[in-house]
């Protein structure tokens, strides 16, 4: 079992940056691929950005390539999620995943889910 809970939300302007912290009990975090998605209202949820268990591989959506950045730390068992210049069209619930499979972008490929944390960038 994995529990993940996210943290770094909040309310920013059009090109601002904001980083999310994504924090994952149990001693197994090493082992898992970890994954950011997101959903706005009305919408389906949506992949961001994943990397693999090592840190070694990423993936990113190319709706934010360029502008976001994933990256973790196994010792403190976080992943995070950089974003920079952020536009109104960013503004979602974003949650973090982690499954087995290698930083896949599909949803059914994450096991567990956080309770997500609330992006909005204002025009």
């Known amino acids: 079992q994995v529990h993940l809970v996210e943290s770094g939300g909040g309310l920013v302007q059009t090109g601002g940056s904001l980083r999310l912290s994504c924090a994952a009990s149990g001693r197994t975090f090493s082992r898992y691929a970890m994954g950011w998605f997101r959903q706005a209202p009305g919408k389906e949820r949506e992949f961001v950005a994943a990397i693999s268990a090592s840190g070694g591989n990423t993936r990113t959506a190319d709706s934010v390539k360029g502008r976001f950045t994933v990256s973790r730390d196994n010792a403190k068992n976080t992943v995070y999620l950089q974003m920079n210049s952020l536009k109104p069209e960013d503004t979602a619930v974003y949650y973090c995943?982690?499954?087995?499979?290698?930083?896949?972008?599909?949803?059914?490929?994450?096991?567990?889910w956080g309770q997500g944390t609330q992006v909005t960038v204002s025009s």
């Open positions: 995943a982690a499954g087995s499979r290698p930083y896949s972008s599909m949803y059914g490929d994450y096991d567990y």
